[in-house]
């Protein structure tokens, strides 16, 4: 059974670049959450998408939106990279009716120049 | 607003010694509390929750952690320690109530077992 599937797991772009990043949630999980992770740092909530639509959003400018498909994966898009985008962003899948039963992905390192 | 403090940011400790990770939480509501340990290059794995019930909570590696109301604290402790338990440890929170709120974490604890 796969679990959280992440694409790609490293990427560079260069300042003022758009990037989307992928993810799959794992098998059975209909609800999909993003975090950024900076170095050192602890993860901090991105937002979450249930059935298509965002349900909860953390402290992130409007840069950063996201979409989850019918087949409940998820982008997360960042427009006009800033050097404070590079992190590690962590999807995180769970089952909208069970409670806290998430599964991280690997992450995405991101690396803006 | 809920706020995590892991107040050692490392924590170098013999193979074999007991150790404690240290949280504490800020919250004007009831809150969930969550460990998590993550390994180089890799994401986050769950070690052990707090949602009801009994205050001591355990994992399946020896680990547990006592969730303590009055001192608003969530300690994770280990009686012998491997090296294999070198890795991240990640103390979060979420609000109580609701089925899917966000993970408020901590910055870390990296564990060291040397030798």
């Known amino acids: 059974d796969a679990g959280v599937t992440q694409s790609p797991t490293h990427l560079i772009k260069t300042r003022g670049q758009q990037v989307t990043l992928r993810c799959s949630p794992k098998s059975g999980h209909d609800t999909v959450s993003w975090y950024q992770q900076a170095l050192g740092q602890g993860p901090q909530f991105i937002f979450q998408y249930y059935e298509e639509e965002e349900r909860q959003r953390g402290n992130f400018p409007d840069r950063f939106s996201g979409h989850q498909f019918p087949n409940y994966s998820s982008e997360l898009n960042v427009n006009a990279l800033l050097l404070g985008d590079s992190a590690l962003y962590l999807c995180a899948s769970s089952f909208y009716r069970q409670r806290y039963g998430y599964t991280f992905g690997s992450g995405t390192r991101l690396t803006v120049v | 607003a809920q706020s995590v403090t892991q107040l050692d940011s490392q924590v170098p400790v013999f193979e074999e010694a007991p150790v404690e990770l240290r949280c504490n939480y800020s919250?004007?509501?009831?809150?969930?509390l969550f460990w998590y340990v993550q390994y180089p290059n890799q994401g986050l794995q769950l070690l052990l929750k707090?949602?009801?019930?009994?205050?001591l909570v355990e994992s399946i590696n020896g680990f547990e952690a006592e969730f303590n109301k009055s001192q608003t604290s969530f300690h994770l402790r280990k009686p012998s320690v491997h090296i294999s338990d070198t890795a991240e440890y990640f103390c979060?929170?979420?609000?109580?109530?609701?089925?899917?709120?966000?993970?408020?974490f901590g910055k870390g604890t990296k564990l060291s077992v040397k030798p």
């Open positions: 979060a929170v979420s609000v109580y109530g609701g089925s899917q709120g966000n993970l408020i």
């Open positions: 707090y949602l009801s019930g009994s205050t």
């Open positions: 919250s004007s509501v009831s809150v969930y």
